[in-house]
């Protein structure tokens, strides 16, 4: 991530020219010396993903009539519904000041981006925090999202809600959020620019803009659903937290979900409506559950989603994995491939070959999925379609996503996100002391190189299995016979495995390159 990179780069520099003696004990992107070499430890994860496809696929044998997880209603308890709205108010608040404070930061603050509050709020704090804590304890985003409690201010405001002005057209599905992703994916990876204070402030702006108009036109919870790309991400990783919202719309005297205009009457098939929150807002307390599951339960419920959000999902995995494959030798070997092609085009070279990366390896992951469910598809004798295959698995993919995430981006959250803390105190670099902390250091040996790669091992490994997991409860409750569920996952478990060693390749390079 370039615009990530200046932020730690400035870090590291500070720390080197001020506490020599510090950097020294742990230099920021430490060598490690495996104990075995690289291909063992390859070889390990991917055995033992394989092996849990057959402890997996010999003991889980429940059928879709009988499948099910459980889960501890909060909600009815009286005193927790006060609690979390007293709760949801408060972040509401802080939230909206919050981004009040980068866009201010960003505009009025030092163009330093490492003594400015912004860059490291919104790469650090935001993108790459609030994901772990969406995934760890539940969708956050839904409470503090900024634009939408602002939206819903004004309505309070003039006592009445922003009636919307047109119908999300069906053939627009999801596409416009999955556009706005990739927009995103490219300032990250490609745009050296994003790090600076004043461009970061000027395209939340433009992303307010959008959002706003696009829930005025549309409605709130349209928007968030098909057009916001954040929101959709969010959901998405929410999936696998031990939380939910869940409304008894179909035992209520008329169908919440018929009413929905977001789009979670695509599962009306399912007995009750999760995580849809215009259902959880049509409703009234009485519908309305908010549970304790187990962690990734959510994810294995056998649900159909769009296209678009099929290949949403599919970006989302690919788009990490092209974060963490452009720092390893083997994207230099493909840049210097590429660069007498591009070097004659217009523009940067570099630029122009990371933003071919950036979409290029989602259509490549995209193509592999394909195929894949359409060998699933051939491998339960055409009793699960490729659309059907293709629709539903996908979400067997986002403990994947997840442990990516958590193996590429630990370090680099435990280690830069210190600077937020001085920060709190001068968030325009004017040198006041607002809080007492604008002298603290950050200290880069908080985690080693060791750590980190026992982590990423642990993670990766893990979200495999769970993965696999996934895959094989969403075939049964498909298909609802265990022999042809178990025999249609064995493209997945090679997908799976493949990918378990190309992960764990891609993590090791910085660490032992």
Known sequence: MKSKSLVITAIVILAWTGYPSWLSAHGFGERYDLPI???????????????????????????????????????????????????????????????????????????????????????????????YVVALVGNIWAIVNPWQIIFEWFEILFNKPIVPSFRWPDWLDAWPALVGFLLFAWVENVYTGGSRPFNLAVLILIYSTVTWTGMILFGKHVWLKRGDPFAVLFALFARFSPTEIRVNSHNSEEDICLMCQSGCSWNTDLSECIDCYECWELSDDSERRFSLRPWASGLARGERVTTALVAFHITALSTVTYDGLSETPAWVTVQSFMWPLVDPLPGSAVATIDSIGTIGLPLLFASIYVVVCRMVSRSSGGRLTRYDAAHSLVFSLVPIALAYNLSHYLSFLLIAGQQIIPLLSDPIGSGIDLFGTAGYIPNIAVINARAAWIVSIVSLVSGHVVSVYIAHVISLRRLREHTIAVKSQYPMLVLMVFYTAVSLWIISQPLIG
């Open 37 to 131: 070499p690289l291909n063992y430890f390859l070889i390990g994860a991917a055995a033992t993903v394989a092996f849990s496809f057959v402890v997996i696929g010999w003991f889980v044998r429940r059928s879709e009539r009988d499948f099910d997880y459980r889960r501890l209603n909060l909600w009815e308890s009286p005193v927790f519904r006060t609690i979390a709205r007293v709760l949801s108010t408060v972040m509401a608040v802080l939230s909206v000041g919050l981004l009040l404070v980068v866009v201010g930061a960003g505009f009025y603050g030092t163009s330093d981006a490492l003594d400015n509050f912004a860059p490291t709020f919104v790469w650090i704090i935001w993108w790459v925090g609030v994901g």
